[in-house]
Structure formats: structure tokens, C-alpha cells
């Protein structure tokens, strides 16, 4: 059960238990320290004193009785002696359950007849309960020799506090204890929360805003190691990323030297090898740089139309091979992120689908607070084992590495750290072509939702 629960569900389940639990020997130590008889009389006094009052007047002499009832009577329990059985006035009800339980204390003076009565009312159950302990309760029980005993109660039947059961006091305070506790647990709770939903988003490619330090000295600690661990991680994925842009502008300076003396080559075919070597070695340094900044986006943001974007983009290829399905005309699809490499996300697909297939089809759509670009082409597929592997860096499904059958197998790890970087995703299915499904999904502009809202 606990395994369901979050770190707040179970500190408050931890004190609803202890609550439970120590309620539970308070009274196992009652019952154990008290016999049921002392409990009841402590807690109702008044059958214990009826039972009394009738048989010191079953033993008094009837000349001598009025003094009894004299002695008896309080402003409390008013008591009063009646040779006739009393009738039930109207107004009045019995109460056959409070019969039975007064005549338990008067079994040791033989059967006795009882009777009690109180004011009816058209209150519900609940209701009676509480004019119960308010009204005042007519009781009458029988005498050996004739005639009845009166008492009218006119305090409170029970021990109360504050007008109520002391049962009932105690667990008011005990829930509101319990809601105490829950809050408090609740608040020191929730800089975890936060701490968690701050890590979730966190991408490595900016520095995110430092999480305040907040709640108990060992959760600031956290909290003040993480921000720490994220500027360093930041520091990181920008080092290697400067790393990385310095050696590729090294090496296409050496390539670029390379190729002048290729030119100088006596052999015009084995010159045209040498070029196209030169050139897949700069396209491979150039996927790599973009592998490494995937994940370092540039941090500024701007609105970038989908819809707008693909449509640029399929201008650049053969009407034949590839088809836009917009899902309406002036259907704006608006993301916020960097125009740039949202373009080389789609391009890359779009280039990977066609790489490999005839025909392509691109749908993009709104689903609720998204933006959905599904890309479906007749190629050959991804198998179903390789789809999440072929998203990872230089991993291809051609066995090769000849750039002609299969590219450098960076293509779609980019689309997958673009996507990312932009709080999106790409899942990859079989399409009803028969060939590849890439379904990418951008969570909508704020602004755009707030339209919509």
C-alpha cells in the first residue's frame, strides 16, 4: 500500500497510524485499569443513583420517606413518590433502548418496571441524540410496596465537556491534531516537490533559475547541491561544446588545405575520390558538432509557426515525393523555441524518410495543449526491436559506415535532442504506407493556450 504512496502520502499515513494506533492503547488501558461496571458508573452517574435512591426508599418506612426525597433532591435530579402507574402526556415518547439499560441497575432489587419519557421531537436520529443530553428525562421505576418513584433529571445525563461527550471532544481534538500534523508534513514536503518537478525539466543545455533553498537544514543541503551539480553540468555540456567547435574549425581548416593539393592530383578519377573522402569527412564533423549543441539549444526564444516551417520546407523537395496534409487553412500551430533547429528537426526526418523511401506524407495538427507532426513514408520501415536504438548517436541500421547506404547515423539522435531540448518528444511506429511512422510532439505556446482557454 505504501509503495502507491508519495513521500507526503506516507509521512501522513505514518500519523494516522500513530494516531490509530495510540488511541488504541489508550483505551486497552481503560478497559484493563477499570472493570466495564466502574467505567459505566463513572461515565453515567444517574442509573447508579436511581437504583440507590430506590432502595433506600424501598427500605424506609413510608411515614419517613418525605424526608428521603428531600434528602435525595437537588437541582439537578428532582425525585418524587406516586401510588399510580404515571401516563405518558402527550408531548412526551419513550424510550424503549434507555429502559433497557436502566433496568441492568436495578436487576439486583428484583424486576423492576421502568419507564422513561422525554419531550418527542421531530429532530432526526442524530438530532434526538444531542436533545437527549439537553432535555430534562422523565424517569419511573416501581416499588415493592406499591406506587412508583419520579425522578426528572434536569442536568446533564453524562460527564460532559464543553456541553459535549467527553468522547466526542477528544476526537474533535485528535482529527484537529491530525490536520495539524498533515499540513505541517505537507509544507516541509514541499520543497521536495518542487526540488522534483525543477530536476524533471532540467535539460543541461541554460542554467536554470537556482531552486530556493527552503524546509528542514538537510533538504536546503539538497537543494544547494543541485543547483551546484546543474551550473556544473551547464558548464560542462558548454565546454565540450566550445570543445567541439574548436577542433571542427581545426580540422575543416586541415581539410580545406587537403582539398587545394587534391586539386593538384595528376588522376582525374582518383582526384574526384579524394574530393568526395574530403566532403563526407566535413559532413561528419558537421553532424557531430550538431550532436553535440542537440542538447544546447540556443536559450532564445521566439514563436515559430509549425505549420509555416513545414511548408518552407516542402518547397524544397519534389511535389512528386512529398505531401503537406495541413489540418486547415489559416490554422496557426504555434511553439516557442529556436527557429533554427526546430528546422533541422523536420528536415532531418524529412531527408531520413525520402533518403529512403519514394514518397512521404507530412500531417501536421493541434492535439489539446500540442502541437502533433506525424511523417509517414513508403520505405522499407524501422524494425520494431531497433526503433528506440536507431534515435541513439552513430547508430545505424546499415551495417556499413559508407555515408551512400546510411548516412553518419546521427540524423535522428539530433531530432531526439531537439525535440528534448524543447520539452517535446518523436516516437517512432509503422506507418499504413507500409514504411516509417515519426510522430513529433512541442507543447504549444503559453500564449497560444491561454487563446484557447
Known amino acids: 500500500m505504501l509503495r502507491r504512496l508519495g513521500f507526503t502520502g506516507r509521512l501522513m499515513a505514518i500519523v494516522l497510524f500513530a494516531l490509530l494506533a495510540l488511541w488504541a492503547i489508550g483505551v486497552g488501558l481503560v478497559f484493563v485499569s477499570e472493570s466495564r461496571q466502574e467505567i459505566r458508573n463513572r461515565l453515567y452517574p444517574l442509573p447508579e443513583q436511581a437504583a440507590a435512591i430506590v432502595e433506600l426508599i424501598d427500605a424506609t418506612e413510608p411515614g419517613r420517606r418525605p424526608s428521603v426525597l428531600k434528602a435525595v433532591s437537588s437541582e439537578a435530579l428532582h425525585v418524587t413518590i406516586v401510588p399510580e402507574r404515571p401516563t405518558i402526556q402527550s408531548g412526551f415518547e419513550r424510550l424503549p433502548l434507555v429502559e433497557q439499560f436502566l433496568s441492568r441497575y436495578l436487576h439486583a432489587l428484583q424486576p423492576r418496571e421502568v419507564i422513561v419519557t422525554i419531550a418527542s421531537s421531530a429532530l432526526p436520529r442524530f438530532g434526538r441524540h444531542w436533545l437527549y443530553a439537553r432535555e430534562p428525562l422523565h424517569l419511573a421505576v416501581s416499588l415493592r410496596d406499591g406506587g412508583y418513584v419520579l425522578f426528572e433529571a434536569r442536568g446533564q445525563l ?24 498533515i499540513l505541517a508534513i505537507a509544507r516541509e514536503a514541499r520543497p521536495l516537490k518542487m526540488l522534483a518537478d525543477r530536476v524533471a525539466k532540467f535539460t543541461g543545455d541554460t542554467l536554470p533559475e537556482p531552486i530556493p533553498a527552503a524546509g528542514a537544514p538537510e533538504i536546503r543541503k539538497l537543494i544547494d547541491a543541485i543547483n551546484a551539480m546543474q551550473a556544473r553540468i551547464v558548464d560542462l555540456v558548454k565546454g565540450r561544446t566550445l570543445l567541439l567547435g574548436a577542433i571542427s574549425h581545426d580540422l575543416k581548416t586541415y581539410i580545406t588545405r587537403l582539398r587545394l593539393r587534391v586539386e593538384e592530383l595528376p588522376g582525374e578519377d582518383q582526384r574526384a575520390k579524394a574530393v ?7 559532413a561528419l564533423l558537421g553532424d557531430a558538432l550538431a ?11 521566439e514563436s515559430v509557426d509549425i505549420g509555416e516551417t513545414l511548408a518552407e520546407l516542402a518547397g524544397n523537395y519534389p511535389v512528386a515525393r512529398i505531401r503537406l496534409c495541413r489540418a486547415g487553412d489559416g490554422v496557426a500551430l504555434p511553439v516557442e523555441g529556436d527557429p533554427v533547429a526546430l528546422r533541422r528537426l523536420f528536415a532531418n526526418l524529412i531527408d531520413n524518410a525520402l533518403r529512403f523511401a519514394a514518397t512521404c506524407e507530412v500531417r501536421p495538427a493541434r492535439v489539446a495543449e500540442h502541437v502533433v507532426v506525424t511523417i509517414d513514408d513508403d520505405g522499407p520501415g524501422i524494425p520494431e526491436a531497433e526503433r528506440q536504438a536507431v534515435l541513439e548517436p552513430f547508430y ?13 547515423g546521427l540524423g535522428l ?6 525535440a528534448e531540448a524543447h520539452r517535446g518528444s518523436i516516437v517512432l511506429d509503422r506507418s499504413p504506407c507500409g514504411g516509417a511512422r515519426a510522430v513529433v510532439t512541442l507543447p504549444l505556446a503559453p500564449l497560444s493556450i491561454r487563446a484557447l482557454e
Open 158 to 181: 453524562g460527564r460532559r465537556l464543553f456541553g459535549l461527550p467527553p468522547g466526542f471532544v477528544v476526537g474533535a481534538l485528535g482529527a484537529l491534531v491530525a490536520m495539524a500534523a
Open 276 to 282: 568526395r573522402e574530403l566532403d563526407d569527412m566535413t
Open 291 to 301: 550532436t553535440a549543441r542537440g542538447t544546447f539549444v540556443s536559450a532564445r526564444r
Open 396 to 408: 545505424r541500421l546499415e551495417a556499413s559506415r559508407s555515408r551512400s547506404t546510411g548516412g553518419s
Open 413 to 418: 539522435a539530433i531530432v531526439r535532442q531537439i
